[in-house]
Nanobody
Framework: QVQLVESGGGLVQPGGSLRLSCAAS????????MGWYRQAPGKQRELVAL?????NYTDSVKGRFTISGDSAKNTLHLQMNNLKPEDTAVYYC?????????WGKGTQVTVSS
């Protein structure tokens, strides 16, 4: 079992930055796969970034978003720079552990002037 709690969302102007955090109930490096997904209104949930040695990103966020893990705090981060209105969505933390997908409740990110 893995509990995930996201934080760090909010309202930001285009071009601004936010840092999302996901606190996990166990060591993030004991989990097979951790990443961030997002879901915009009326759209399907999509993968944003996976935590790998160099990071794995969807094309629309490459060069702007950075995924990282803090093993001491069991926390996953997503640094988001140069945000655009199309980044507006609920962002979810995901962990794949022992064949089961676990999700946090999500954090809202709104990019608007």
């Amino acid at each position: 079992q893995v509990q995930l709690v996201e934080s760090g969302g909010g309202l930001v102007q285009p071009g601004g930055s936010l840092r999302l955090s996901c606190a996990a109930s166990r060591s993030i490096f004991s989990i097979y796969g951790m990443g961030w997904y997002r879901q915009a209104p009326g759209k399907q949930r999509e993968l944003v970034a996976l935590l790998t040695s160099s990071g794995n990103y969807t094309d629309s966020v490459k060069g702007r978003f950075t995924i990282s893990g803090d093993s001491a705090k069991n926390t996953l981060h997503l640094q988001m720079n140069n945000l655009k209105p199309e980044d507006t969505a609920v962002y979810y933390c995901n962990a794949h552990f022992r064949g089961v997908n676990f999700w946090g409740k999500g954090t809202q990110v709104t990019v608007s002037s």
